[in-house]
């Protein structure tokens, strides 16, 4: 099983450009997060959905959206990129609150 | 909401030492508590975590203890080798549906 897959894995973006963080898992989990890790700050919720249907915010919502597209995919969208959104992004899957991370996406906005 | 302290940020030992890696939490509803290791360009990886009702859990070299009363858990390696050079994560589960991390300790084992 691949697990959790997130692409692009590298991104550069000048600022105000937009873009769409992909996010799959293959595990049947119901729950599905993207974070954002940058140094020292570990790692931030922007915002998860419990099930298939449902979105909610989470500690670092502003300047980004999210779509469920069906059980298996989560997508993280940056409308408008800015410098301050240069972060390493991660989405996760969970089953009884246990964890699996993609690899992540690393994101530069100039 | 829940507030997750973790020290130290940076772990320095041997190789064959025992490394200890501490967390508090705020809520006293807190009943989940993971922990997870993040190597080099990669995603975390769950390692071990521990529920309320349990105050210790052992798998092989890793152990993870509970003190519900004084609101902290820590997570200790044995035998510590090179590849356990991470960063390591803790969390805790409060009363909000989300766990939340504390902001990672890197450890390095020297050989």
């Known amino acids: 099983n691949a697990g959790v897959t997130q692409t692009p894995k590298f991104q550069v973006l000048k600022t105000g450009q937009s873009m769409t963080l992909q996010c799959a898992q293959d595990?049947?989990?119901?729950?599905m997060y993207w974070y954002r890790q940058d140094p020292g700050m570990g790692l931030r919720l922007i915002y998860y959905s419990a099930s298939e249907g449902t979105t909610d915010k989470g500690e670092v919502p502003n300047g980004y959206n999210v779509s469920r597209l069906n059980k298996r995919e989560f997508s993280l969208r940056l409308e408008s990129a800015a410098p301050s959104q240069t972060s390493v992004y991660f989405c996760?899957?969970?089953?009884?609150?246990?964890?699996?991370f993609g690899s992540g996406t690393r994101l530069t906005v100039v | 909401g829940e507030n997750v302290e973790q020290h130290p940020s940076t772990l320095s030992v041997q190789e064959g030492d025992s490394a200890v890696i501490k967390c508090t939490y705020s809520?006293?509803?807190?009943?989940?508590f993971p922990w997870y290791k993040q190597e080099l360009g990669k995603g975390p990886q769950l390692i071990i975590d521990i529920r309320s009702n349990v105050g210790e859990k052992k798998d092989q070299r890793i152990a993870v203890t509970l003190n519900k009363t004084a609101k902290h858990f820590s997570l200790h390696i044995t035998e510590t080798q090179p590849e356990d050079s991470a960063v390591y994560f803790c969390a805790a589960r409060g009363g909000s549906y989300i766990p939340t991390f504390g902001r990672g300790t890197s450890l390095i084992v020297h050989p």
């Open positions: 595990m049947n989990h119901n729950s």
């Open positions: 809520d006293s509803a807190s009943n989940y």
């Open positions: 996760a899957s969970s089953r009884d609150l246990r964890y699996t």
